[in-house]
Every structure is written in structure tokens, then in C-alpha cells.
């Protein structure tokens, strides 16, 4: 069993990817070319925003959109310390200050009634992400941004096609940012990102900033970047959005399953009534989770841990002066999170046997752990 199948997938498509790399071999416009625009397009019409730009990566995504709304040093930036690095690394990679605000313990996501205490006088913008394939209650998180006059922008990385009161991610707020690495859930074969706005001024400040600062060729307006998303990896994703819907169905037939019949042996992904979740990750809450993740291994069940550390503990970090018991329910969360595998060709087999490894591991644990518990009461 593979955490995710790419094999399968790629043969399933193959022939129209195949086609789709060949075709931009044979036309040669491999920087810029016409399926970079036409991709763009299709995401813009899909999100329902006015501008989507691809970039080379969902960590640059991030940055471009801090570059585009002029953060730097001085400033503040405001996001969750459970997430990616990328998320933190961009606010430091512009000079500005990072703070992290804790999550919610039930989604994972930023825990928004924590937010306004958060902010000050020099407070640029929030970075909410909508982990594991879920976005939060960005409604919240866009009420308070505008009482500060502050943006904000949604780390889609994990999330896009998932949607929040019929809105797809990356359309919710300033700006929305995701990314197209191989296992995110609309992954090309290389790096890759994208960025939504509705926002003239940034969408054309953001394309601008991609491409080396430049307004038009050799007159360069603002220190830019080399962000450019490649012509191949456009045509690759192209070639796979046909598919596209499908696979997002699947993915949220499994995640639905898994919870069915692991509801009753463990904590499971809550999924607000607001939202569609695409199961970037189908993250489970065990107590003794590093023995589970053994156990599981030993039956052939792969699994992974995102995240292990929460990034206030990440040594890159530590200038900031956070320490361990400020985010409690991010440190519980990187203690007792585990993912199991979920793709959109995992068959009922493969998922049943993830099902009963659990049950087999976890109702001997919580046998023990009832026991134990017991134990204490008696004294
Ligand atoms: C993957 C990811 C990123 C970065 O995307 P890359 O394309 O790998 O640079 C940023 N934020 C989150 C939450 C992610 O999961």
C-alpha cells in the first residue's frame, strides 16, 4: 500500500499527459508558454476570481503575495505555529516579525477568537491555512482584518477545490495562495503554485513581481523574483483537470468512510458544516500515536506526521521567544496526529485494511489505557 499512488495515477492518464509534454516539446515555449495563460484561466474560472497567476512553487506564492503588499521589516504578520514552515519562513524571508496564534483543537485550523488579541498598531497581515484540506472560519478572520484595515491571505497549500459556504478556497479573502507539489490534492510533477485576487492592483503587482520586477521586457519597476511556473508542468496539470472533480469525489467517499468506522476508537477529522473537505491529509488523534505509527508499519500501513514539531519549537524560530506551553493545542495536536494514507485510488481493500489495523491496535490500547486509568482511581 503507497501513502500516495502517483504510479497509478499517472497510469490512468498517461496517454493525455503524455500528449499534453510532448506538445510542449515540440512547440518549445517553455518559459511563459500558452499553457501557462490557459491554466491560469481555467483556475481563475474555477475559483471564481478575477486573477490567478501560477508560480513556481506554493512557497513563493506566499512570499510574492507578502512582496505584493509591501510587508517587510517593522512589520507584523499574524499565523498558526501547526502548519508547513513555508507558511512562518516567507514572513521571515521579507524581514517582517512573525506571531502565531494557536488552533482550534477540532480542525486544526487557526482558532480565530484568539485573533484580535493578537494584533498591534503594526500588524500587515494574516496568514489562516486551511490545513489538511479544510478552510477555516475565514468569514472571522476577513470581520477582524477589516476593523484594522489588514489582509489577509489564505495558505490554500493543502486545500484547493475544497470549498466554505459554496465558495472555493483561494477566493475568500485579499489573497489566496496554494500549491501544486506532487501530494497536494491537485499536484503537477514537479513544483508548482498558484495566487487568487480580486485585486487589480495586486494581481498585476503580483505577475509583476513574478518575473524580475518587470512591467514590460528590460524595464524593471520593483525587485522582483524568478517565480515563474514551467510550461511543462502547466500542460501537466491541463492534462490532468478533466480529472480533476472526480478525484476530489473520491477522496471525500474515503474520508468519509474512514470516519464512519474509526469514529468509535479515536478522534477523527470534524468537518464544518460550512465546509466541503478535500482530505489533503485524513489526520486522526491517538493517544499513544509513535507506538500506533509502529504498530501500523509493522503491518504494512503507511502513515506520516504532520506535524511532529509545531514551528515555536523549530530551532529557526527560537528568536521569536516563544516556549513550549504557549500553543497548547498545537503541541497536543503535534503528539498525537497521525495521517493515513488517502489518495483517489485507494481501493475499499486497502482502506478496509487500514480500518482494522486500527481497530485491532487501538481497542487493545484503549483497553490498557481504561485499565490504567483504573488503576490511578484505585490508588
Ligand atoms: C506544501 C505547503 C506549502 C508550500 O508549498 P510548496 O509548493 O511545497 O512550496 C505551504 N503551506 C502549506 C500549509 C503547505 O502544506
Not at 491537485?186 to 508548482?192: A, K, L, N, S, T
Request: hydrophobic share 40%; aromatic share 10%.
Amino acid at each position: 500500500m503507497e501513502f500516495i499512488d502517483f504510479k497509478s495515477q499517472y497510469q490512468k492518464y498517461q496517454e493525455p499527459i503524455d500528449r499534453a509534454i510532448s506538445k510542449v516539446l515540440t512547440h518549445g515555449k517553455f518559459i511563459m508558454g500558452p499553457e501557462v495563460v490557459e491554466l491560469e484561466d481555467q483556475l481563475a474560472d474555477f475559483t471564481g476570481v478575477c486573477h490567478c497567476l501560477t508560480v513556481a512553487s506554493g512557497t513563493d506564492s506566499l512570499e510574492i503575495a507578502l512582496r505584493a503588499l509591501e510587508i517587510g521589516p517593522g512589520d507584523e504578520v499574524i499565523t498558526v505555529p501547526f502548519t508547513w514552515i513555508s507558511t512562518a519562513e516567507v514572513i521571515e524571508l521579507v524581514g517582517a516579525k512573525t506571531i502565531f496564534v494557536d488552533i482550534d483543537p477540532k480542525t486544526f485550523n487557526m482558532d480565530m477568537t484568539q485573533l484580535e488579541g493578537a494584533i498591534t498598531s503594526v500588524t500587515k497581515a494574516i496568514i489562516p491555512v486551511s490545513l489538511f484540506g479544510q478552510i477555516p472560519n475565514l468569514e472571522e478572520a476577513n470581520r477582524i482584518a477589516a476593523l484594522h484595515d489588514i489582509a489577509v491571505i489564505e495558505d490554500g497549500a493543502q486545500s484547493f477545490g475544497a470549498t466554505r459556504v459554496g465558495r472555493r478556497s483561494g477566493s475568500l479573502t485579499t489573497i489566496g495562495s496554494t500549491s501544486f507539489f506532487p501530494a497536494k490534492p491537485f499536484g503537477c510533477y514537479g513544483d508548482g503554485g498558484a495566487l487568487f485576487t480580486n485585486d487589480n492592483q495586486l494581481g498585476e503587482k503580483m505577475r509583476r513581481i513574478r518575473t524580475h520586477g518587470s512591467e514590460r521586457h528590460h524595464h524593471h519597476t520593483t525587485v522582483g523574483m524568478n517565480g515563474r511556473f514551467d510550461t511543462v508542468q502547466a500542460a501537466i496539470l491541463l492534462a490532468k483537470w478533466p480529472f480533476f472533480m472526480d478525484e476530489l469525489e473520491k477522496r471525500e467517499v474515503i474520508g468519509r468512510r474512514y470516519s464512519e468506522f474509526l469514529d468509535n476508537i479515536c478522534t477523527v477529522p470534524r468537518v464544518d458544516d460550512k465546509n466541503s473537505h478535500v482530505y489533503g491529509q485524513y489526520t486522526i488523534r491517538v493517544k499513544n500515536r509513535n507506538q500506533v505509527q509502529r504498530d501500523l508499519r509493522d503491518k504494512g500501513i503507511p502513515t506520516a506526521i504532520y506535524y511532529p514539531k509545531c514551528l515555536h519549537e523549530q530551532p529557526v524560530f527560537s528568536k521569536l521567544g516563544y516556549t513550549l506551553g504557549d500553543f497548547p493545542a498545537a503541541e497536543a495536536a503535534s503528539r498525537e496526529v497521525l495521517s493515513l494514507p488517502i489518495h483517489p485510488f485507494l481501493n475499499e481493500v486497502d482502506q478496509d485494511r487500514v480500518i482494522k489495523g486500527l481497530h485491532s491496535l487501538l481497542t487493545t490500547w484503549s483497553k490498557i489505557w481504561h485499565a490504567f486509568l483504573l488503576f490511578k482511581r484505585l490508588g
